[in-house]
């Protein structure tokens, strides 16, 4: 789109799509802003839609609190309450709970992050604390990429007027191929297992013992979180249930084939 409009202060850097180019991609524009001595850079993706004022009001984040380290903030669904799509309604609902519109700002704790697509960066500080995107996973950059932040005891915060909207999916095949996709490499984001034999194995045997309480404790924060913007949301308890139940199963799926290949 910008290339046929001829937006030349546009630059274009990106290496030809493969398995884990989003992180990959990241990092080549995390290398860039080194190079080009740039403060800060903003994280967007292609099917968000910015809202009033975005960038103006990240960095009036930072000139606020110079001491930040990463700064994000409300990611609106684009599901339409009054001609309203089911999947679009779920997916928007199961993927932006870090990043309720709120009016309230504040800065994010454990076990919440910022997703990268609407999330800056001071990026010397990022380099200088060796924090960069996780080049072997697919998806769950940005989860990966706040494990690294937590460990480094930095500062990330959620402005209630950085506000982006997103485009969610809409029809069953793709809102399930996502969780599904989701659920498949929490095994790597969120166990963070090694190349040890020993305790893939051990992880395969225990899973089973552990797996009503991922699902109950999934289902929990992400509902905690909804219900404190509107009660009734209680209503989607059986169904974040079944679905984080599939996406625990995905998670076992993979440390089986992972294990075995």
Do not use: M
Not at 17 to 44: Q, T, V
Not at 231 to 246: H, K
């Amino acid at each position: 789109f910008f290339k046929k409009k001829k937006k030349r202060s546009i630059k274009f850097i990106n290496k030809p799509k493969k398995k884990f180019s989003i992180s990959i991609n990241r990092n080549i524009a995390l290398k860039y802003a080194k190079k080009k001595n740039f403060e800060l850079i903003l994280f967007l993706d292609s099917d968000i839609i910015p809202q009033k004022k975005l960038i103006e009001n990240h960095l009036k984040a930072y000139n606020k609190n110079p001491y930040l380290f990463a700064v994000g903030g409300p990611v609106i669904p684009s599901a339409n309450l009054k001609k309203i799509n089911l999947w679009e309604f779920l997916d928007g609902r199961l993927s932006w709970f870090t990043s309720i519109d709120q009016n309230s700002s504040h800065y994010v704790n454990w076990p919440y992050h910022l997703p990268t697509c609407n999330l800056s960066l001071q990026v010397k500080k990022l380099f200088k604390k060796k924090i960069k995107f996780n080049e072997n996973i697919e998806t769950g950059e940005d989860a990966d990429l706040f494990a690294q932040i937590r460990k480094k005891g930095l500062n990330a915060y959620f402005d209630k007027n950085c506000k982006v909207k997103h485009i969610d999916r809409i029809n069953f095949l793709s809102f399930t191929k996502h969780h599904l996709q989701w659920g498949r490499h929490q095994y790597y984001n969120l166990f963070k297992l090694k190349k040890n034999k020993i305790f893939e194995f051990l992880f395969i045997i225990l899973y089973p013992f552990l797996y009503p309480a991922l699902v109950i404790s999934q289902t929990f924060f992400v509902l905690r979180k909804w219900c404190s913007k509107n009660f009734l949301y209680i209503f989607l308890l059986p169904i974040f249930i079944l679905v984080f139940s599939l996406k625990s199963l995905a998670t076992y799926y993979e440390s089986y084939y992972n294990f075995f290949k």
